[in-house]
């Protein structure tokens, strides 16, 4: 598997906290991306990122925003967590050639009660 | 914008049956595709990818797709599928320059009744 690990693993926490998952990579890729994964909708991309402090949005940004200060770790932050946010979160990671594939996390649980 | 349209949501097979997952996608330039399986409980795994060159890919555990342009198309088929074949499978697509984002359809799940 790629090395890639995403913590923490569950999280249950309360609405209108700020929460903050953490994707880690040892594989020094060029692209990192946050989805989550809600039944029926498959995975959505919240946002994605390029390089080192270059991030974009995704389809699904709204409420969440990103860091990413150096090649190994990418941040999501939740910033006021709503019910609608509970989902299991997944992060991936991608060379930088055309042709290379994602590679992903095993998942962060987030509830939120 | 890039899409990706999965149209069986949930399909049930007999062992042994024959499998195509449907596929299509949009984007107005050159594209590179995946499957994507996720087994119960774990991540996605990649089972095959098309970047250029042979429409027809072959992945792992006996999957293949086929890559259709002028269809926009790129079904995932096996011949015979197995009891451990039960999971849910994803359809992806990626332009090919830029930002290279990768986006995804709504995925299938497969059961398969032994």
């Known amino acids: 598997d790629a090395g890639i690990t995403q913590s923490p693993r569950h999280k249950v926490t309360e609405t209108g906290t700020p929460v903050t998952l953490r994707c880690h990579q040892t594989e020094n890729h060029r692209y990192m991306y946050w989805y989550r994964q809600d039944p029926g909708h498959g995975l959505r991309l919240i946002h994605y990122s390029y390089g080192v402090k270059d991030t974009d949005k995704g389809e699904v940004s709204d409420g969440y925003s990103v860091s990413r200060s150096k090649t190994e770790d990418f941040l999501l932050t939740l910033e006021s967590a709503t019910s609608s946010q509970t989902s299991v979160y997944f992060c991936?990671?991608?060379?930088?050639?055309?042709?290379?594939?994602?590679?992903f996390g095993q998942g962060t649980r987030l509830t939120v009660v | 914008a890039q899409s990706v349209s999965q149209h069986n949501h949930h399909v049930i097979l007999s062992e042994a049956a024959s499998l195509e997952l449907g596929c299509n996608y949009s984007?107005?330039?050159?594209?590179?595709l995946f499957w994507y399986v996720q087994y119960p409980g774990q991540h996605l795994q990649l089972l095959l990818k098309?970047?250029?060159?042979?429409?027809l890919v072959k992945g792992i555990k006996g999957f293949e797709a086929e890559f259709i342009k002028s269809k926009f198309s790129f079904n995932l088929r096996k011949p015979s599928v197995q009891w451990s074949d039960t999971a849910e499978y994803f359809c992806a697509v990626m332009g090919s320059g830029g930002y290279q984002k990768v986006t995804f359809g709504t995925g299938t799940k497969l059961q398969v009744i032994p």
């Open positions: 984007y107005g330039g050159t594209v590179n």
């Open positions: 991936a990671i991608k060379g930088a050639g055309g042709n290379t594939e994602a590679f």
């Open positions: 098309y970047f250029s060159g042979d429409p």
